[in-house]
Every structure is written in structure tokens, then in C-alpha cells.
T-cell receptor, first 114, second 110 residues
């Protein structure tokens, strides 16, 4: 088991629901990431946080809203999602932003939007 | 914009044979090139990486080569085993940018 945990592991939500995904890292890392993994785009970077500040937003729709209250926690708030948002959402952390440092991935949250 | 192309998307090799996966990148400022392995139902995990000041790196049956001039790097797996079956992702990273390839699904045939 790595030092990155994600909850819930599975989530089914309707298009009008609001839910949040949670990620926690116990590695003392300073950078955290949200990825979307689907059949069409196997590993798509969504958001990057470094020292709790967002440094990258790869043209992600506003129905996805990230939050990083401290360097150990990362949230992804979801509202009015579409069926095409169904995917595996992976959180990752690294010692510092990008650079020659390994990214440690969490187990992911399997999201189904009905 | 920056891009990482990964080929092939699917690869089947006989157990014991070698497998090669290739990636090309467009951003010449990229200086770190990791490879991640994702087994079915599991999270991606780093298996090997190479920095831009090195041309080749080997770890047991796995090796990575980098050609900075041509901007491509490759993963080599020798003496493949059933447990090598997985999806492999390459990535090109510079100080503030991370771009992953689209992955290669490797099947090891008995």
C-alpha cells in the first residue's frame, strides 16, 4: 500500500448531484495532482497543486472544482456532471512539482455518472 | 503544443521474447522521462526513469534508452514473463510540465 489514499473507491451519482472526492498523502510531499483515466484518454492530467497553490488547470470544465486546504489533502468537488465524466479519477503526489521525482498514485475513485 | 506520442498502443509478445515501446516528445526542455506500469485494476507505479544527461539505464530485465537529438526514448523489456502484462505509460517532464503518453497495452502470450 502506497502513502496515497483516496475515498471513496467507487461512486455512482446522478447528473444533478454534488459529491466530493478526497485524496490524502502521508509522504510529506509538496505537490499533488488529479488525473482522469478513461478508455479515450488513458491518463489525462486535470489539476496540479504545488505548496497548496494551483499551478495548472488543463482546460477542465468548471463542473470539476479542486481544493487543496493543505499539502496533505486534495479534494475534487463534482457538480452537474455528464455521463462522459464517468472514469477512474486518480490522485498522485510527488516530492516537489514535476521535475525528476516519482509520482505516487492513489488507488483511484471509479466514478459512474447516471 | 507539447506532445508525447507513444507506440504501439497494443503489443503482444511471446513469453520469453523482448518487448520494445517507443515514445517521442516535442518539448526540448523536457529533462526527465519516467515509465509507469499499470496492472489491471491497480494504480500506475514507476518502474524505471531516465534523466536527460544519461543515454541509457538498465534495471535487471528492464532498460530505457534516450536519444535527446531525435527526442525519443524507449522502454525495453527482455525475457518477458506473464507478470509483465500491463499498460505502460511514458512521460516527458520538465520543471513545471508533465505530459504522459497514451499508453501501451502489453500482452504476454504463453
Amino acid at each position: 500500500e502506497t502513502g496515497v489514499t483516496q475515498t471513496p473507491r467507487h461512486l455512482v451519482m446522478g447528473m444533478t448531484n454534488k459529491k466530493s472526492l478526497k485524496c490524502e498523502q502521508h509522504l510529506g510531499h509538496n505537490a499533488m495532482y488529479w488525473y482522469k483515466q478513461s478508455a479515450k484518454k488513458p491518463l489525462e492530467l486535470m489539476f496540479v497543486y504545488s505548496l497548496e497553490e494551483r499551478v495548472e488547470n488543463n482546460s477542465v470544465p468548471s463542473r470539476f472544482s479542486p481544493e487543496c486546504p493543505n499539502s496533505s489533502h486534495l479534494f475534487l468537488h463534482l457538480h452537474t456532471l455528464q455521463p462522459e465524466d464517468s472514469a477512474l479519477y486518480l490522485c498522485a503526489s510527488s516530492q516537489v512539482l514535476a521535475g525528476p521525482y516519482e509520482q505516487y498514485f492513489g488507488p483511484g475513485t471509479r466514478l459512474t455518472v447516471t | 503544443g507539447e506532445n508525447v506520442e507513444q507506440h504501439p498502443s497494443t503489443l503482444s509478445v511471446q513469453e520469453g521474447d523482448s518487448a520494445v515501446i517507443k515514445c517521442t516528445y516535442s518539448d526540448s526542455a523536457s529533462n526527465y522521462f519516467p515509465w509507469y506500469k499499470q496492472e489491471l485494476g491497480k494504480r500506475p507505479q514507476l518502474i524505471i526513469d531516465i534523466r536527460s544527461n544519461v543515454g541509457e539505464k538498465k534495471d535487471q530485465r528492464i532498460a530505457v534508452t534516450l536519444n535527446k537529438t531525435a527526442k525519443h526514448f524507449s522502454l525495453h523489456i527482455t525475457e518477458t514473463q506473464p507478470e509483465d502484462s500491463a499498460v505502460y505509460f511514458c512521460a516527458a517532464i520538465r520543471d513545471d510540465k508533465i505530459i504522459f503518453g497514451k499508453g501501451t497495452r502489453l500482452h504476454i502470450l504463453p
